[in-house]
């Protein structure tokens, strides 16, 4: 298995452009996941899905959207990118069983100028 | 509210054992996590508490007081390698499985 993949591993964008951030699990995981991390700080919920065509908001979704069309796939889309959102983001994804970990994919660093 | 305390930085040296505090306060608890993070890379998986008491695995250990809201991880036999950022997090109520994590307790092993 190649657990949770994220693509692109970095990226530079100008303010106001948009892009989507790619996560990919094979694990037949129904719950996934998207954190952003700041310089020194813990992981901030941006939204999450419990299984396809479910999504619903984290902590901090203001500025992103997410999908989830199939049970391995859940993109991350940033509208009109902000020098605030520059940070990295994590996906994650587990299932819901009691003893749950959450499994993450090793991230996007992303800078907005 | 929701919030989880936890030590900015340590040091400790190559050989001893260190104890990383984490106390919350968060609507509903379901488990406790700690995870390790290495500069640059993705949060690990180390231990989880449900239940009151001492989970031990290995080099590490993690102690969970529901009453109290404190958890602490232990670090034994300390190796350069554990030079990394320690995060605690909390599954809140709900069926949700959503975790709520510390700023994290960055680890210094010193020689």
């Known amino acids: 298995n190649a657990g949770v993949t994220q693509t692109p591993k970095f990226r530079i964008l100008k303010i106001g452009q948009s892009m989507t951030l790619q996560c990919t699990q094979d694990?037949?995981?129904?719950?996934m996941y998207w954190y952003r991390q700041d310089p020194g700080m813990g992981l901030k919920l941006i939204y999450y899905?419990?299984?396809?065509?479910?999504?619903d908001k984290g902590e901090v979704p203001n500025g992103y959207n997410v999908s989830r069309s199939t049970t391995e796939d859940f993109p991350l889309r940033l509208e009109l990118a902000a020098p605030s959102q520059t940070s990295v983001y994590f996906c994650?994804?587990?299932?819901?069983?009691?003893?749950?970990?959450?499994?993450f994919g090793p991230g996007t660093r992303l800078t907005v100028l | 509210g929701q919030n989880i305390d936890q030590p900015t930085e340590m040091t400790a040296t190559e050989g001893a054992i260190v104890q990383i505090n984490c106390t919350y306060q968060?609507?509903?608890?379901?488990?406790l996590f700690w995870y390790q993070q290495h500069a640059g890379e993705a949060p690990t998986f180390l231990s989880y508490?449900?239940?009151?008491g001492l989970e031990e695995k290995g080099r590490f250990s993690s102690f969970l007081s529901r009453s109290k809201g404190y958890s602490y991880l232990l670090l034994k036999e300390l190796q350069m390698k554990d030079s990394a950022s320690y995060l605690c997090?909390?599954?809140?109520?709900?069926?949700?499985?959503?975790?709520?994590f510390g700023t994290g307790t960055l680890l210094a092993v010193q020689p």
């Open positions: 994650a994804s587990n299932t819901p069983s009691s003893y749950n970990e959450q499994f």
């Open positions: 508490n449900v239940l009151d």
């Open positions: 899905s419990v299984g396809a065509g479910i999504t």
């Open positions: 968060t609507s509903g608890f379901n488990g």
């Open positions: 997090a909390v599954r809140g109520g709900g069926a949700t499985n959503k975790l709520i």
């Open positions: 694990m037949n995981h129904n719950y």
